[in-house]
């Protein structure tokens, strides 16, 4: 059968359109455009019937809440060790007022620097424990003499640091006092002449004058003087030695043993008369 019907041919635009369909990068685009608009009216409708305002605030005073508690947290203890009860005490306090009670205040650094500055330590360790204490590790300085100048008397260690000063020497009688000018500035050579070479003198020793800034007087508590020479200190000590072996430091009439020239000792006598009597040991 035959008629006269005609399928009509598609538009130029159309069949364009239809041939994009087909493509993939335009499949992609399409729902690249479509997801876009559903963001966008998700977001609309969202915080149109939604208020977050008040949930953020509320999770920003907490936040601030719980770092105004933690800045007054307060330490709960400060624990010193290495050094003496006196000094351990003078820590404490020094540590407590520097944290001003706030954890907000704390500079373990700053804290070592004020504790370094004591004079009775020599160095500090401060760290900061799990259980919010303060524990600080000293090395203490140690007294090693008296320096005696005029009415008061200082404390030194074995580096001729000043650890403390005072007023009455018979608080730490157990150490030797120096007298003399520049006598802090001679401790290696005092702890050797004093432990090693006059051990057995020390009791009796009352002090030890540094001379001239060149040379030690030996002063003992019978008022016996025994000087010592510039130079050629070891034969001068075992001279010192020979007249210990003849009791001459036992003799309450003798008054000075001059050991200044090695090869020319001089002895004093309380009086001339004496003196002949010992002619024979001489």
């Known amino acids: 059968m035959v008629t006269d019907f005609k399928d009509p041919a598609p538009s130029k635009f159309f069949y364009k359109l239809n041939r994009l369909a087909y493509k993939l990068w335009f499949k992609l685009l399409l729902f690249s455009l479509a997801l876009s608009a559903f963001l966008l009216l998700a977001r609309i409708f969202v915080f149109e019937k939604l208020d977050f ?8 005073n907490n936040a601030f809440s719980y770092f105004e508690d933690i800045s007054e947290y307060k330490v709960s203890k400060v624990e010193v060790f290495g050094a003496s009860e006196q000094l351990a005490l003078e820590i404490e306090d020094l540590v407590k007022n520097t944290l001003s009670g706030k954890i907000s205040t704390l500079s373990v650094s700053n804290i070592r620097e004020k504790i370094i500055r004591m004079a009775r330590v020599k160095n500090a360790f401060v760290k ?14 140690k007294g090693l003499a008296v320096l005696s100048e005029g009415k008061s008397y200082v404390l030194l260690d074995a580096e001729g640091v000043r650890i403390s000063s005072f007023v009455d020497w018979r608080a730490l009688p157990n150490l030797p006092i120096l007298v003399g000018k520049g ?13 090693q070479k006059l051990h057995s003198l020390i009791s009796e020793i009352e002090f030890y004058e540094w001379v001239g800034e060149r040379r030690w007087n030996l002063h003992f508590k019978s008022k016996l003087v025994i000087k010592l020479p510039e130079k ?7 001279l010192l030695s020979v007249f210990i072996e003849k009791g001459f430091l036992d003799n309450d009439k003798i008054s000075v043993i001059d050991l200044r020239d090695v090869h020319r000792p001089f002895i004093r006598f309380k009086n001339s008369s ?6 024979h040991i001489l």
Do not use: C, M, P, W
């Open 274 to 279: 004496i003196a002949k009597t010992y002619a």
């Open 183 to 195: 006598a802090d500035s001679q401790l290696k050579e005092f702890v050797s002449l004093h432990h």
């Open 232 to 238: 050629n200190l070891g034969k001068g000590l075992e």
């Open 53 to 60: 305002n008040e949930s953020f605030i509320s999770i920003k």
């Open 128 to 141: 900061l424990t799990a259980k919010g204490n303060i524990k600080v590790e000293v090395i203490e300085r």
